[in-house]
Structures are given as C-alpha cells and as structure tokens.
C-alpha cells in the first residue's frame, strides 16, 4: 500500500553501532559531466544529432531553432541553481512515478532524503511505496564513513538490478508491480566518492548524484528517459537547501531533524566527509526559525539540530556581522583548528539562543559537533535554557594523544579531559555521549590502552564505537598504512565495549530515584498494550505504565492517558543499565515542569 514514507535503515561497522539506551554549485571541488551518445531523433529532425550533456548559454544560443529539439535541450540544459524546487504547485501535477527509499548512515541523510522528497514532490513524483518492488523509481541514500555501509548498499543495489533486469519476469510472477522497469538512483556520500564504479556497473544505477545537486534530479531523471546515465556530483561552495521544506518521513513523529549547516573544514585524517560533502557553510538563521515554526504548527515537540560540525555554525550572510579574519571567533580552551574563520557571523549560540526563546516549550537537541567549538558562551546558554537539552555529544576518537594527532583532530587528551570537567561543572546533569576509534593507523596497544581508561574515566551516557576503515582521497589514506590487523581490530572494539558497559551502568543508576520529563515518542515495543516509552531530557530511554494521571494544564482539570507528544513528569524507579523505568505522575508542559523544580529548589534552599 502506498504510504508517505519508507525504510530508514542504519549499519554499524561488524555489527557494533552501539547507542546503549532503550543554491548555487561552484565546480571548486568536483567535476560534472555526463556520458555522451548519438541519438536519432524523428524523422522531422533526419539529422544525427551528438549532443553533450552539459551545455552553455554560448551553446544554447547556436542550436537550430526547431519546436520539439528546443524542448528538448530546454530541459537538458537546466543547471542545478535553475531547477528551482517551487516550478508548480503540487495541486497542478501528476504522480509522474511512484517512488521508494532507503537511507544509510547519520540523521543528516534522513535529513537529506526529507529534502529530495519535497523536490521530487513539486516536480511532479509525489507518491512514495514501502517496497521497492511497486516503485517506478528507487532512491537509495548511501553513507562512505565506512567499508561497511558501502558494502550493503552494493548488495541492495544487486537486488534493485534484478528488479530492473528481469522486470517482465517479475511482472508475470507477481514479484513486481511497477509500470516499467524502475530507474535506480544512487544519492549521497558514496554517490560523490565512487561515481565511476557505480556507473560502470553492468547498468546497475541510471542516476548519481551528490549531496550538493538535489535539484537537478528531476532533470537527471529525464536524461534516462533519453537512454542516457545522469550524473552530478558538483559540490558547492553556497548550497544549503535553506529555501525547501523537507517533506517529513514520519508524518506523525513528534519529534524532527532541522540541518542548519553543510560539510566540515576540519579535515581529521581518518574522515571522507570534507571530500563528499564539501566546505562548511550555514543557513540563514532566519530560515531556521521559519522552517521551526512551520514544524511547531505540525505539533512537533522536539527537533534535533543537525550539521556535520554543527556546533562551528556561522551565519555571515548579514553585512553588519562582518569582523576581520579570524577575529573573535573562540575555540574551546586547549583546542585548535587548521583551518581559519575569514569571515564571522552569528555563531551557534546565538541561533540556539534564538530558537530556545521563540519557541519555549519545543526541546532542542543538537549534533554532531566537535569539542573545539564549544566556547564558554554556549555552555552557559544550556545551563539556563530548560529547554535545550543537557545531553553532549563529545566525540573523543581515541584517548591517546599521540594517535589524536595522527589523526589531526587538533586537541590532546588532556585539553579534552579538561573540558570534560568545565562542561560538568557549569552544567552539573549533564549527560556525555561520544565516539570512538579502535585500530587506527599505527595504534600500539599502550595507545589503546589510553582510550580504555579514557572511557573510564568520563563515564559516557551513550558512545558509538566502530573499527577503523580507511578511506580513499584522505589524509590517512595518503601518508599512513592501515596496519592494524583486522583480527586486532575486532579485540580492541570488544575491549572498548566491555569497558564502556562497565562504566555507563553508573550514569543510568543515579537516574533512580529522580523526576524526569519525559517527551512520549510512543508504545514501549516490548509492552504496546501496557506501557508507553520516550526520551528523558538527557536523551535516556524512559518507559512507564500506560494509566490515567493529572493533567496539569489551564485548560483541564482532571485526568487521561498520556499520548504520544505530551510531556509527562516521571519519577524514576529502577535502571536496566541500558535504559529507565518509572512511574508516571502528570501530564504537564514544559516551562511547568522546570518551574516547579526552580520552585522547589529555592524552598529547599531556604530551609538550611
């Protein structure tokens, strides 16, 4: 059956992806071509025409005039800052095929497919199915972060080829029930990094396309229908996609991803992201708040903001916020950075500054950022904000210093240790989530041994662990060998995991016994008939008996089952290590809750 949304899919390096709870391209970076070949064109047109797939205005300029070729090289000619993503309005087109997708990797790919689906919609490919098999177009969102993902997505591509290869088979059978032989999209960071093999590929894939062309895609679709493989994967200097509304995934979620900015300046030695992603640039703040706004009024309580270095945000789009060079702009103390600001605007802690006052009873959470940008501003604003969220992801990599500046991350392990302390000192609940690196290039078992008491050490909420995988086109790649074995890759993860498991219990168990709000996301999977479950303010799993509660509102006095998209105040009794469970007391709001908790404190602090 049709439906809005698809499969949303993750991967984890050898199985271990661990969360323990429960617009304008510039051709600076890449190139853009398309594969040429002779077409013959109808008999009104007897002249064999070779037309390149990438044309000027000089070009346009100099082809015959002629009704149906004009058309033709109209539509082959659009750049991607030309296919604007508003050319009709959805009531005047037609489903022009119906479409399928998967995504792999981070949020901001979900993100990212929330974007390709608004402007598939307003060019006219406006229904989307759950399975690929009644799909006319098939979108597979793909992650180059490691060999592992990559290598997932080659096997769905294998199926997805069958399904083309062997379409009136699969007709006859029933297997299928697409209108024609779909046409097989490839988006995202594997789209940029491996664009020649995928489409040399036994005419695996029609279309590829990078994270930076989306726009073009409806154009790059129409090369297909001409027998012709479309392909851009231009990276930009300027594209945010700050002027689409994503079409939402989940329609009914409660919760959102907003992407405030695009690609990372950092450079880490380990990391593809700068090569597939591009240069750092940020939205307006003001479309933020407009594109917020909208969510609020859909009734979503709580959005994640999202960037690949998100905490570096820098609005410079407002000629009053210029500075000098390099000026003003504050990393973290003991923390540095290869690469220079030339120009500042608002930074991070003026935007989440912003969406905290305007929208005082939706939550904010962000990532993924990197330790150096977190000046003392921006932790101070957590602290007294209710309504961002006291949860920090502090990806650390390794413990070693000596592998950290292998690996160019711009800071050693005792400034990060430090800023450990300086964040829990000012914001004493805070939870700490991180990232982790086993068997980089050269790490010696003393290294190894230095992230193992690192991890110890801090006492994370919540870390992401993974073996190294070296990637083509990095530093790493280029200087380094990846001469840890594979055998003691796979021994250092597991080494990481116990240790890591041996520490987060205590996070979890000083949970018992506390008040937490808790936002209700839906049925707890292991009980829906009896219990709901949602995320705690730190970003734990909470989950509660389903029964009547006070409802703490102006509106109502009296009491009702908690749904999914309120707020309800939970007392805290007993902890899994992995997740919470709890009692729920009320249904109240989230400026309530904190208000009666500052009230509450000031009482206990007048009696001693």
């Given at each position: 059956m049709a439906s809005s949304f698809s499969s949303v899919l993750s991967h984890s390096r050898c199985g271990f992806s661990l969360r323990f709870l429960s617009t304008k391209p510039q051709a600076s970076f890449s190139r853009f071509f398309h594969h040429r070949t002779r077409r013959s064109f109808r008999k009104t047109f007897p002249l064999t025409l070779t037309l390149s797939r990438s044309f000027s205005q000089d070009h346009l300029s100099s082809v015959p005039e002629g009704p149906s070729l004009r058309h033709f090289i109209a539509q082959a000619s659009l750049t991607a800052s030309e296919a604007q993503p508003n050319q009709l309005p959805a009531s005047e087109v037609t489903s022009r095929g119906r479409i399928y997708h998967e995504t792999y990797g981070c949020q901001m790919n979900i993100n990212d497919m929330e974007i390709v689906l608004s402007i598939m919609k307003n060019a006219g490919y406006s229904e989307a199915v759950d399975v690929p098999?009644?799909?006319?177009?098939i979108f597979i969102n793909t992650c180059a972060i490691r060999d592992n993902a990559e290598q997932r997505v080659w096997q769905r591509l294998?199926?997805?080829?069958?399904?083309?290869?062997?379409?009136?088979?699969?007709?006859?059978?029933?297997?299928?029930q697409s209108i024609h032989p779909p046409k097989v999209v490839v988006l995202g960071c594997m789209a940029e990094r491996l664009k020649?093999?995928?489409?040399?590929?036994?005419?695996?894939?029609?279309?590829?396309?990078?994270?930076?062309?989306?726009?073009?895609?409806?154009?790059?679709?129409?090369?297909?229908?001409?027998?012709q493989k479309g392909i851009n994967t231009l990276l930009s200097l300027e594209e945010t996609y700050a002027d689409i509304s994503p079409v939402r995934i989940s329609k009914n979620s409660?919760?959102?991803?907003?992407?405030?900015?695009?690609?990372?300046?950092?450079?880490?030695s380990f990391c593809i992201v700068p090569f597939t992603r591009g240069r750092e640039r940020s939205r307006p703040v003001e479309s933020i708040v407009k594109e917020v706004?909208?969510?609020?009024?859909?009734?979503?309580?709580?959005?994640?903001?999202?960037?690949?270095?998100?905490?570096?945000?820098?609005?410079?789009?407002?000629?009053?916020?210029?500075?000098?060079?390099?000026?003003?702009?504050?990393?973290?103390?003991?923390?540095?950075?290869?690469?220079?600001?030339?120009?500042?605007?608002?930074?991070?802690?003026?935007?989440?500054?912003?969406?905290?006052?305007e929208f005082p009873e939706m939550r904010f959470r962000y990532t993924s950022p990197h330790p150096k940008d977190f000046p003392d501003e921006l932790l101070y604003l957590m602290r007294e904000r209710h309504n961002i969220c006291k949860l920090i992801h502090l990806p650390a990599q390794t413990g070693s210093s000596s592998v950290l500046e292998r690996m160019r991350r711009g800071y050693t392990r005792e400034a990060y240790l430090d800023l450990v302390q300086k964040i829990r000192r000012i914001i004493p609940d805070v939870g700490i989530s991180s990232d982790f690196i086993c068997g980089f290039c050269g790490e010696t078992e003393e290294e190894h041994e230095d992230t193992l008491t690192l991890i110890k050490a801090v006492g994370y909420d919540m870390a992401y662990m993974f073996a190294y995988s070296m990637r083509e086109k990095t530093h790493a790649h280029r200087n380094y060998i990846d001469d840890v074995p594979e055998e003691v890759k796979q021994r250092r993860l597991t080494e990481l995991i116990q240790a890591f498991r041996e520490s987060t219990g205590q996070c979890f168990d000083s949970q018992v016994g506390t008040l937490q709000l808790v936002l209700v996301e839906g049925p707890n999977k292991r009980a829906p008939d009896t219990e709901l479950i949602g995320k705690s303010d730190r970003g734990h799993r909470v989950s509660f008996v389903n029964l009547p509660v006070p409802h703490w509102d102006d509106d109502f006095n009296g009491k009702r089952n908690p749904i999914v998209g309120d707020y309800v105040e939970v007392r805290i009794l007993k902890s899994s290590?992995?997740?919470?469970?709890?009692?729920?007391?009320?249904?109240?709001?989230?400026?309530?809750?904190?208000?009666?908790?500052?009230?509450?404190?000031?009482?206990?602090?007048?009696?001693?």
């Open positions: 098999e009644s799909a006319e177009i294998n199926y997805f080829w069958f399904l083309k290869r062997h379409w009136k088979s699969n007709v006859a059978s029933g297997r299928s020649d093999k995928i489409l040399d590929a036994d005419k695996m894939v029609d279309v590829v396309c990078g994270p930076d062309a989306y726009r073009d895609l409806p154009r790059l679709l129409e090369e297909v229908d001409y027998g409660v919760t959102a991803f907003v992407s405030v900015m695009r690609g990372c300046n950092n450079m880490c706004a909208e969510l609020w009024k859909e009734g979503v309580k709580e959005v994640t903001i999202l960037g690949q270095n998100v905490n570096s945000y820098n609005d410079a789009s407002g000629d009053e916020n210029e500075v000098e060079p390099g000026t003003n702009w504050r990393f973290s103390e003991g923390f540095a950075s290869t690469c220079k600001v030339k120009k500042m605007g608002l930074r991070f802690s003026d935007l989440l500054d912003r969406l905290s006052t290590r992995a997740s919470l469970f709890g009692e729920a007391l009320a249904i109240t709001k989230l400026s309530s809750f904190y208000n009666i908790l500052g009230e509450e404190a000031v009482v206990c602090e007048s009696r001693t």
